[in-house]
C-alpha cells in the first residue's frame, strides 16, 4: 500500500528548532507539508519536486523553514529554524501520485508546539 508516514516534531520554545521527516513507500512527483490547527483549514507549507529537486515555500515560513530529499531513502525533510507560537500546528506529510494531479496520499500527522 502506497503510503507516507511521519516522524519528529514535538515540543520547543521560541526561537529553537525541530526537523520533520517523511518516509515515502515508493517515489512521488511532488512532496510536500501542510500543518493544520484547530477550528482552521489546512494550510500549504512547503514543498519539493523529487525530479529537480525545485522547492516551494508559504511566504510565512520562507527563510526559517527549508525542505529537503534523500533520494537513496525516498524520504522528505522539513527543517524549521526560528520557530515561533504560530508555527503550533498538527503537520502532515503529502504526496502527489501524478505531476498535475493534486495531493492523493497523506500521513497520520505530527504535533509541533511552539511555546512563547
Known amino acids: 500500500q502506497v503510503q507516507v508516514v511521519e516522524s519528529g516534531g514535538g515540543l520547543v520554545q521560541a526561537g529553537g528548532s525541530l526537523r520533520l521527516s517523511c518516509a515515502a513507500s515508493?517515489?512521488?512527483?511532488?512532496m510536500g507539508w501542510f500543518r493544520q490547527t484547530p477550528g482552521k483549514e489546512r494550510e500549504f507549507v512547503a514543498a519539493?519536486?523529487?525530479?529537480?529537486?525545485?522547492?516551494f515555500y508559504a511566504d510565512s515560513v520562507k527563510g526559517r523553514f527549508t525542505i529537503s530529499r534523500d533520494n537513496a531513502k525516498n524520504t522528505v525533510s522539513l527543517h524549521m529554524n526560528s520557530l515561533k507560537p504560530e508555527d503550533t500546528a498538527v503537520y502532515y506529510c503529502?504526496?502527489?501520485?501524478?505531476?498535475?494531479?493534486?495531493?492523493?496520499?497523506w500521513g497520520q500527522g505530527a504535533q509541533v508546539t511552539v511555546s512563547s
Open positions: 519539493i519536486r523529487w525530479g529537480g529537486g525545485v522547492t
Open positions: 515508493g517515489p512521488f512527483s511532488t
Open positions: 503529502a504526496a502527489k501520485t501524478f505531476p498535475t494531479g493534486a495531493y492523493d496520499i
